[in-house]
T-cell receptor, first 112, second 114 residues
């Protein structure tokens, strides 16, 4: 069936350190993946996406890695800042479908 | 700012009542998807509207219905509200039925059913 899950529900890191948030997905027919950041009381904010024909994509301070062999997705945040504290969701789109399937999210806390 | 606006931001309704939530999509986008996000959970797909037609539906009962207007704004209607309908309702704006572009979310409407 469709499912997107996260290995770690909470992650606490020191300010300035790098963070890695992991995500497992189960549907091999998924062709598009997005990472969203959601702050309290707000809607999900698009961070970065990656298509299934790629294995790495970089943005500003963020990198997404896709390992289709083990159905694993990760989000790396470099030099974390207090403003990075939020819940992070990975979401997958199954090829041909109209919807995104979200996991439960990982709460990232940045310690000063 | 994503350019996706939702109204109202908060709403309290009584069980059994009906509610209408509104979403204005980002300029240039012709597709609106609605999601329900319960507290502590990821968003769950309700349905999508593309060029004024429903273009996919999640596992939600028929009392969840929607509309899309010629300007691509959209409404979500929920009839016979139940306590479990209390959630953050999100709309996501995209293009071409969300086949080729990112989906950008609005801030959501927080619905509380009492």
């Amino acid at each position: 069936g469709e499912s997107v899950g996260l290995h770690l529900p909470t992650l606490s890191v020191q300010e300035g350190d790098n963070s890695i948030i992991n995500c497992a997905y189960s549907n091999s027919a998924s062709d598009y993946f997005i990472w969203y950041k959601q702050e309290s009381g707000k809607g999900p904010q698009f961070i970065i996406d990656i298509r299934s024909n790629m294995d790495k994509r970089q943005g500003q301070r963020v990198t997404v890695l896709l390992n289709k062999t083990v159905k694993h997705l990760s989000l790396q945040i470099a030099a974390t800042q207090p403003g990075d504290s939020a819940v992070y969701f990975c979401a997958e789109r199954i090829q041909g479908a109209q919807k995104l399937v979200f996991g439960q999210g990982t709460r990232l806390t940045i310690n000063p | 700012e994503t350019g996706v606006t939702q109204s109202p931001t908060h709403l309290i309704k009584t069980r059994g009542q009906q509610v209408t939530l509104r979403c204005s999509s980002q300029s240039g986008h012709n597709t609106v998807s609605w999601y329900q996000q319960a507290l502590g959970q990821g968003p769950q797909f309700i349905f999508q509207y593309y060029r004024e037609e429903e273009n996919g539906r999640g596992n939600f009962p028929p009392r969840f219905s929607g509309l899309q207007f010629p300007n691509y704004s959209s409404e979500l209607n929920v009839n016979a509200l139940e306590l479990d309908d209390s959630a953050l309702y999100l709309c996501a704006s995209s293009s071409d039925g969300f086949m080729n572009t990112e989906a950008f979310f609005g801030q959501g409407t927080r619905l509380t059913v009492v």
